[in-house]
């Protein structure tokens, strides 16, 4: 039985490929700071631990492991990363995690690790124009992000495929677009914008005005979670170092974002723009690389998404789940 290490299995994406890689048939140990929040780990050993902690990573990291990923990060949405207000926190946390449990795979003989980075690392005037924004890879450099999230991001990069080269590790890094899907954070201040608007909405009557940040023009993709796993399984099996985008190529503006979840509500909803945090005015998935590097595409439109997105908050915004109801 193959085993594998999922460094950040009780976050959002963590824990469906905790759940994904089981049902591929692998012995897997889920590692964080805190157990999943909506559903019980199906990993077969889930481990508590803070992965800034060096001794935390090497003992996580004391089996035969032939596949590592690493999801852990300190990240939020945009009410959390653009605010100025955790720029030291985000990157600080997010750096020493990767800093020690790359090193400790290494010393463990790990071979085949995947990262996961962001669309965050694309330079902001690239994505001046909401209607054409460029996050080809190879339009990263010269680097300008427009946060320091995205800055840490493009450090780890360089420090995985850094590694990749010195050490021979079979490094993989992907970055990732907006996921979304059940499971994820939907309050708080640190959920992204498919779950804020499917919470708002959720929360609202036909007729009522829910708040948007900005004029609602600002344009996103969002790929579902279950896509984003079969594209990282796909990225780390076939050997390619990345770094490559991980995304859809949907592109929505979030006045259109909203419009698409009150219909799935059945309900009539107004939009009352607010000023807020609103990170780059457009941007899009380019999947040209990953499609010609692994033949791979997200295979459902957005609102199939959304559809499942929203019956999952909906049950939580009327109270009538627990912490670990589905």
Not at 59 to 65: E, I, S, T
Not at 264 to 279: D, N, Q, S, T
């Amino acid at each position: 039985m193959q085993r594998a290490l999922v460094c950040g299995a009780g976050g959002f994406i963590g824990g469906h490929l905790v759940r994904r890689l089981r049902r591929e048939g692998m012995w897997v140990r889920g590692v964080d700071l805190k157990a999943p929040e909506f559903a019980p780990s199906e990993a077969n050993e889930f481990v508590i631990g803070d992965l800034r902690e060096a001794a935390v990573c090497a003992g996580v990291c004391d089996l035969a492991f032939d596949e590592v990923y690493q999801l852990a990060a300190d990240m939020g949405g945009a009410g959390y990363i653009f605010t100025g207000e955790n720029d030291a926190a985000i990157m600080q946390n997010s750096a020493l995690v990767n800093l020690q449990m790359l090193e400790a795979a290494r010393r463990a003989g790990v071979r085949r690790m995947f990262y996961s980075s962001s669309a965050c690392i694309y330079p902001a005037h690239n994505q001046e124009d909401a209607d054409n924004p460029n996050c080809a890879e190879d339009s990263a450099y010269p680097a300008a992000p427009d946060s320091e999230y995205g800055w840490e991001k493009l450090f780890s990069e360089r420090l995985y495929l850094a590694y990749r080269r010195n050490h021979g590790m079979a490094t993989a890094v992907a970055r990732f677009h907006n996921i979304f899907g059940p499971e994820g954070t939907w309050t708080g201040g640190r959920e992204k914008a498919p779950a804020a608007i499917c919470r708002k909405v959720a929360e609202a009557r036909s007729g009522d005005a829910i708040e948007v940040w900005g004029d609602g023009e600002q344009t996103r993709s969002f790929l579902y979670v279950d896509e984003c796993l079969e594209g990282t399984i796909r990225l780390l099996r076939a050997g390619e170092a990345g770094p490559l985008n991980i995304g859809s190529e949907e592109m929505v503006s979030i006045n259109q974002l909203v419009a698409m979840v009150a219909e799935i509500a059945g309900k009539r909803i107004e939009v009352r723009h607010v000023p807020g945090p609103l990170g780059v005015r457009g941007r899009n998935s380019d999947n040209r690389l990953i499609r010609e590097r692994l033949g791979w595409a997200p295979s459902q439109p957005l609102r199939a998404g959304l559809e499942r997105t929203y019956r999952w908050i909906e049950e939580r915004v009327r109270g009538g789940v627990g912490a670990w109801g589905r």
